[in-house]
T-cell receptor, first 111, second 118 residues
Framework: GEDVEQSLFLSVREGDSSVINCTYT??????LYWYKQEPGAGLQLLTY?????DMKQDQRLTVLLNKKDKHLSLRIADTQTGDSAIYFC???????????FGKGTRLSVIA | DAGVIQSPRHEVTEMGQEVTLRCKPI?????LFWYRQTMMRGLELLIY????????DSGMPEDRFSAKMPNASFSTLKIQPSEPRDSAVYFC????????????????FGPGTRLTVL
């Protein structure tokens, strides 16, 4: 069955790097996503990676994928207070199927 | 485009009452998804539609829940009768049909409806 696991909390100091980790079980997942949820808001796509990639960089964001271990991570460089939010890892079998989410990691940035 | 629109944003009702949540997907999107978010269970899929037809409703908790999509621009999620354990944030999301070329095919989320059943 499908299952996505994340740690629930992470606290970092402003300016440091944040690393949010995720493990998933479905080896047939083709797409892996990171979504951000700010308080009282919906989910916003941050970045994604295809399962045939190892790494993707997008400005302050770096996604690493270890397909053998089914491990995904999101690194946020120079973390700012505006990055405080809940970050969800999600997997998807194809572009038309539902997302399967982890429970989310609440990132707190201390000034 | 205004994005995915959900109404109401907040709903407070009493146990036993009927609740109807509404969603307008982004114009042109073929797929519509209903998710529920709770502290205990996180984000779970309830049901999704393709071209207004329900594809998978295995996530619908029980017969008290029903969802319809009468046309491409409107969907409802109904709970009758509502119970306190239904209290959650309900999200609607939509996306295009993914093409032949590999596409990350972003799924766009509405702002959610926060339901409280007393």
């Amino acid at each position: 069955g499908e299952d996505v696991e994340q740690s629930l909390f992470l606290s970092v100091r402003e300016g440091d790097s944040s690393v949010i980790n995720c493990t998933y079980t479905d080896s047939s997942s083709t797409y892996l996503y990171w979504y951000k949820q700010e308080p009282g808001a919906g989910l916003q796509l941050l970045t994604y990676i295809f399962s045939n990639m190892d790494m993707k960089q997008d400005q302050r964001l770096t996604v690493l994928l270890n397909k053998k271990d089914k491990h995904l991570s999101l690194r946020i460089a120079d973390t700012q207070t505006g990055d405080s939010a809940i970050y969800f890892c999600a997997e998807r079998f194809s572009g038309n199927t539902p997302l399967v989410f982890g429970k989310g990691t609440r990132l707190s940035v201390i000034a | 485009d205004a994005g995915v629109i959900q109404s109401p944003r907040h709903e407070v009702t009493e146990m036993g009452q009927e609740v109807t949540l509404r969603c307008k997907p982004i114009s042109g999107h073929d797929y519509l998804f209903w998710y529920r978010q709770t502290m205990m269970r996180g984000l779970e899929l309830l049901i999704y539609f393709n071209n207004n037809v329900p594809i998978d409703d295995s996530g619908m908790p029980e017969d008290r829940f029903s969802a319809k999509m009468p046309n491409a621009s409107f969907s409802t999620l109904k709970i009758q009768p509502s119970e306190p354990r239904d209290s959650a944030v309900y999200f609607c999301a939509s996306n295009h049909r993914a093409g032949e070329l590999r596409s990350y095919n972003e799924q766009f989320f509405g702002p959610g409806t926060r339901l409280t059943v007393l």
